[in-house]
């Protein structure tokens, strides 16, 4: 499995961006397909973006034309740009990666350690 590590988190204002990054420490990252969960305080984890192998993204509602997934395989590392945020999306954003689609995200795929961010005045 993959070693994913996560860094971009931080504290910012509504209304301003920030952009993750999902660091893999594996030789085959191009054959993974990848993801980003958040959890917030007290709630579930929830789905965010995925991104397959092959560059095509889907995103969770909340987000859509706010983030914007993406990789570099040359690089080994995902990510997702974040815009126009909002208090809701202050959360742990994790990545998280399978090489089977329907795994990413499920207790089978390789997880990050997360990375806080806090949207607040």
């Known amino acids: 499995q993959a070693q994913l590590v996560e860094s971009g988190g931080g504290l910012v204002q509504p209304g301003g961006s920030l952009r993750l990054a999902c660091a893999a420490t594996?030789?085959?990252?191009?054959?993974?397909?990848m993801g980003w969960y958040r959890q917030a305080p007290g709630k579930q984890r929830e789905f965010v973006a995925r991104?397959?192998?092959?560059?095509?993204?889907i995103y969770t509602d909340s987000v859509k034309g706010r983030f914007t997934i993406s990789r570099d395989n040359a690089k080994s590392t995902m990510y997702l740009q974040m815009n126009s945020l909002k208090p809701e999306d202050t959360a742990v954003y994790l990545c998280t990666a399978a090489t089977i689609l329907s795994a990413v995200g499920t207790e089978a795929a390789s997880w990050g350690q997360g990375t806080q961010v806090t949207v607040s005045s």
């Open positions: 991104i397959n192998r092959g560059g095509q993204s």
């Open positions: 594996t030789s085959r990252f191009s054959t993974y397909h």
